[in-house]
């Protein structure tokens, strides 16, 4: 059993950064794809960045791009979302997820595992 612990939300300003951890136990990075999910208040959930168990490929939604980085530390377990140049619309609870098939979790959007989610907000 994968178990996820994201941290890091906070209040922002628009143009502001944040980093988002997602600490995982049960399995290694090497065995899992990790990534972001966001939902806003009356929105459908988005897929927003993953990064790949096998060669550490990495993958971003659109909206995103250009400011946001994932990474992870194999040594800690730990993915991050490094977020910059902040906008109010990225205004989300951000969900770490988890999925041995890179393709369940980016394409599918259907990972078997996930975080209870951290807030961040982007406001003046």
């Known amino acids: 059993q994968v178990q996820l612990v994201e941290s890091g939300g906070d209040l922002v300003q628009p143009g502001g950064s944040l980093r988002l951890s997602c600490a995982a136990s049960?399995?290694?990075?090497?065995?899992?794809?990790i990534g972001w999910f966001r939902q806003a208040p009356g929105k459908e959930r988005e897929r927003v960045s993953c990064?790949?168990?096998?060669?550490?490929?990495?993958y971003y939604s659109d909206s995103v791009k250009g400011r946001f980085t994932i990474s992870r530390d194999n040594a800690k377990n730990t993915v991050y979302l490094q977020m910059n140049s902040l906008k109010t619309e990225d205004t989300a609870v951000y969900f770490c997820?988890?999925?041995?098939?890179?393709?369940?979790?980016?394409?599918?959007?259907?990972?078997?595992?996930w975080g209870q989610g951290t807030q961040v907000t982007v406001s003046s």
């Open positions: 049960g399995s290694t990075l090497d065995d899992i794809a």
């Open positions: 997820a988890a999925d041995r098939l890179v393709l369940n979790l980016w394409l599918a959007q259907n990972p078997r595992y």
């Open positions: 990064i790949s168990n096998n060669d550490g490929t990495t």
